[in-house]
């Protein structure tokens, strides 16, 4: 649960804090967590439901070859088209993980001490940026994106039915937990280098050693879990192509090399043509992509496949909070364009 919550987000949420000014950011972040936990119980319910199904009505090996992953709920709720759109939205996760790597730049650092800079920055910190403060939505968002694609393979992977109906009550601690680390982190962060936090944490480092160590390793971890990354947009293009081609399809390790190839070069070239406005890609791609699978989808997935025991306090709220995602996109796509 910690790997699937703690990624690139973290080091976004102090600029992000910045830009925003903590009586923004807080609330905004406060309120995204709760429509997140919302979302995240409306997937595990439907897991439960789903998965009560095939227990009654498939045998025990034809359960296991069974995933009930997020995409697959989507098509039982939505069909192909609501599988595509999830998968659509996991494969472009990978897009500003490849972004993180080429925004490396060198500050400079005045020679105060790290004490003196946190009590002085401590009163210069604002309350609200009217110039920045729609960044943090998508941010905000964007820190719960890998955390929602990661919830459903978790919850399978708990094999013991004690320990399975004990998850739910476990992961809403656990979530929140570690956002009231990311809100204490980002604000300290904030504190110790002051307005000019640059967009990735790390490159506000002060030059050194060290700095260069966390960076250089931080690189590593995204060029060696890429390949990982980029697969579901490969298996989502390959798909498509073969659709294209219809009864002509040829399934060839060259063909997926080339289709490969292809989509690392794109996010390479948009990479280094967004590095100077990483923190609009992390907000659009928060609004675009984190949004939907972690605000919309869930409880309208909910809504489909419990339709027939939910109660109606449940649909209103599942409908609320898909409703506010919706606006949520709106309000940030909008002020992040314009």
């Given at each position: 649960m910690q790997k699937g919550m703690i990624g690139p987000a973290i080091l976004y949420l102090p600029h992000a804090f910045a830009h925003a000014g903590y009586a923004v950011a807080i609330p905004l972040l406060v309120l995204s967590t709760m429509m997140f936990l919302w979302s995240s119980q409306c997937l595990l319910e439907s897991w439960r439901i789903e998965n009560d199904k095939?227990?009654?009505h498939?045998?025990?090996?034809?359960?296991?070859q069974i995933h009930l992953s997020y995409p697959e709920l989507a098509y039982r709720a939505f069909g192909p088209r609501g599988e595509r759109m999830v998968q659509i939205g996991f494969a472009f996760d990978a897009l500003v993980n490849y972004d993180e790597v080429t925004n490396n730049n060198d500050v400079d650092r005045s020679d105060d001490s790290f004490v003196e800079k946190?009590?002085?920055r401590l009163g210069e910190m604002t309350p609200?940026?009217?110039s920045g403060w729609f960044l943090f939505i998508g941010t905000s968002v964007f820190m719960f994106e890998g955390s929602i694609t990661l919830l459903l393979p978790q919850q399978e992977a708990v094999r013991s039915p004690s320990d399975r109906k004990k998850f739910p009550i476990l992961y809403p601690?656990?979530?929140t937990s570690i956002?009231?680390?990311y809100c204490f982190y980002s604000i300290f962060c904030w504190m110790a280098f002051g307005d000019d936090v640059r967009t990735v944490m790390t490159t506000s480092l002060p030059p050194g050693t060290m700095a260069t160590t966390i960076q250089l390793a931080y690189s590593f971890a995204v060029i060696f879990t890429f390949p990982l990354q980029n697969y579901p947009s490969l298996e989502i293009v390959r798909r498509s192509v073969d659709r294209f081609q219809g009864e002509k399809a040829v399934q060839s390790q060259q063909q997926d090399s080339i289709i490969s190839a292809m989509i690392v070069v794109l996010l390479s070239i948009i990479a280094v043509t967004t590095m100077n406005v990483l923190d609009k890609v992390v907000g659009i791609m928060g609004s675009v992509l984190g949004i939907p699978?972690?605000?919309i989808f869930p409880p309208l997935i909910h809504n489909k496949l419990a339709a027939g025991s939910m109660k109606g306090f449940q649909k209103i709220g599942n409908l609320i909070c898909a409703g506010l995602g919706i606006l949520a996109v709106i309000i940030s796509m909008t002020a992040t364009i314009t």
């Open positions: 095939l227990s009654r498939s045998s025990a090996s034809k359960r296991k946190v009590s002085q609200f940026n009217p601690k656990v979530i956002v009231c680390f699978l972690a605000f």
